[in-house]
């Protein structure tokens, strides 16, 4: 019978308490006698506020960090360009996965030697192109972005080659938008403050980009507080590297993964109100694997879903806390069980639990320190060849570092990361589970970033 760890239980019964007791604080600050508006007092609170604003609405979303000075207009679109060069030297103690930025620690059985990476293809660039909406939708804009960098697949290590990240459009106004097009999905959308490229994916952040029609829409209840209600249709994306095994063939299913957010953000009462936000976030999906052996083909539908808290706590004006908890099962197309989904020696999913907290310091306005933990716990049941068709499996993976970050001018930042990683292997020889020896390396990475 399946069933969560002591850790597990353990991990959650402590985070379920601390969101409890932070709920039942901002609940708290409410004055019973004034936590809710009348429509009339809303829409003198929106006069008012587009009163001090040269737009016509609240933002729908945050601008691009982009210069506003170079962008360019073509009739009624704003085309702005934007972007960063990001380049990273990092050494590590023992060899990572992928190498130039890190996604779990390789087992010394498979290789264990140091290495050096100096790496420029995270650069980024985008452009983004805003216009009125719909005449018959009051307030409303529309938004295209392009975004890539240059991490995708690549022979030789000075020629990365371009990687989609965003291609969407958007139309709304300050209440409500839609999203066609490829972007961060709605699941877990906080990360943790790393100079890694990955920000924790394969150790605890689950959720990534993918195509989507969204919808999301925003409740007031008082003139300070709102929930965010997002629903969103994804691809079928399946992330499990089953390449080079042709015994196994993976498919989509042939209806779209389902995901939901519900957020809570409190305006009122803490930090000069800076807005606290809490997020339970779910998905719910089907994968389709063909198994063939001696030419007998098997086909197993397997099930992929997710709950997930999120929590963005400033709290102090110097002080912050983000948070992010997951529970789910056939995760690897979505980042957790340490990127594996499906174990080919038994056919079916590999449940997993993690998570990560990340305290950030702001010591000036250009100096600010992270302090973070990341875990992702896949279920020793589940594990035994994991989706390598070497026939080894990662069953448990974590990571602490701390970094410190400034600002020499707006667009310009260096920053020092040092990363402690611990990753569980074992292989599958033999019809038994041989334990490998754990990779724990010791990452050093500097990073220099121009923002434009």
């Known amino acids: 019978m399946r069933h969560i760890s002591t850790f597990g239980r353990s991990l959650w019964i402590t985070i379920a308490f601390a969101v409890l007791v932070l709920v039942t604080k901002l609940f708290a600050q409410v004055d019973d006698g004034n936590s809710y508006i009348t429509k009339a007092e809303f829409d003198a609170f929106l006069r008012e506020y587009r009163s001090r604003s040269n737009d016509s609405a609240i933002p729908i979303m945050p601008p691009p960090a982009a210069d506003k000075s170079l962008a360019w207009k073509k009739g009624q679109f704003t085309i702005t360009p934007y972007g960063y060069i990001n380049v990273s030297a990092s050494y590590e103690s023992e060899k990572s996965v992928a190498g130039d930025y890190i996604v779990y620690a390789n087992s010394p059985d498979i290789d264990g030697k140091p290495a050096f990476f100096i790496d420029p293809r995270s650069t980024r660039l985008g452009v983004s192109v805003d216009a009125p909406g719909f005449k018959t939708w009051e307030g409303s804009k529309s938004k295209a972005v392009v975004e890539v960098d240059f991490q995708g697949s690549y022979s ?88 080079a095994a042709p015994a196994v063939t993976p498919n989509v299913s042939d209806w779209p993964i389902i995901e939901g957010r519900l957020a809570y953000t409190f305006r009122k009462g803490y930090t000069d109100c800076q807005p606290i936000t809490l997020g339970v976030s779910a998905h719910v999906g089907e994968q389709r694997f063909d198994f063939v052996e001696s030419s007998v083909r098997e086909t197993r539908k397997l099930q992929t879903w997710s709950f997930n808290i999120d929590a963005d706590v400033p709290i102090t004006n110097k002080l912050r806390l983000q948070a992010e908890l997951f529970l789910g099962d056939n995760l690897g197309s979505f980042e957790g069980g340490v990127i594996q989904g499906v174990d080919l020696t038994r056919r079916d999913t590999i449940r997993s639990q993690g998570g990560w907290v990340d305290l950030e310091y702001r010591w000036t306005d250009k100096l600010r320190t992270n302090i973070c933990y990341m875990i992702d716990d896949p279920y020793n049941e589940d594990v035994v060849s994991g989706n390598a068709t070497n026939n080894t499996a990662r069953n448990y993976c974590h990571c602490i570092f701390g970094n410190i970050l400034y600002n020499w001018t707006p667009a310009l930042m260096t920053g020092f990361e040092v990363n402690f990683w611990k990753t569980h292997w074992q292989k599958y020889e033999s019809n038994k589970v041989v334990p490998m020896r754990a990779g724990e390396p010791v990452r050093f990475e500097f990073v220099t970033r121009y923002t434009f």
């Open 156 to 243: 030789i290590r000075n020629r990365g080659s371009l990687m989609l990240r965003k291609a969407f459009v958007e139309v709304g106004n300050d209440m409500a938008k839609f999203i066609i097009g490829q972007d961060w999905e709605v699941l877990s959308p906080l990360y943790p403050q790393t100079l890694n490229y990955t920000a924790g994916a394969g150790t605890g952040n689950i959720g990534y980009r993918r195509a989507q029609l969204r919808y999301d829409r925003k409740f007031f209840v008082t003139q300070h507080t709102n929930w965010l209600l997002q629903t969103a249709m994804v691809d079928n994306v399946l992330r499990d590297g089953f390449n």
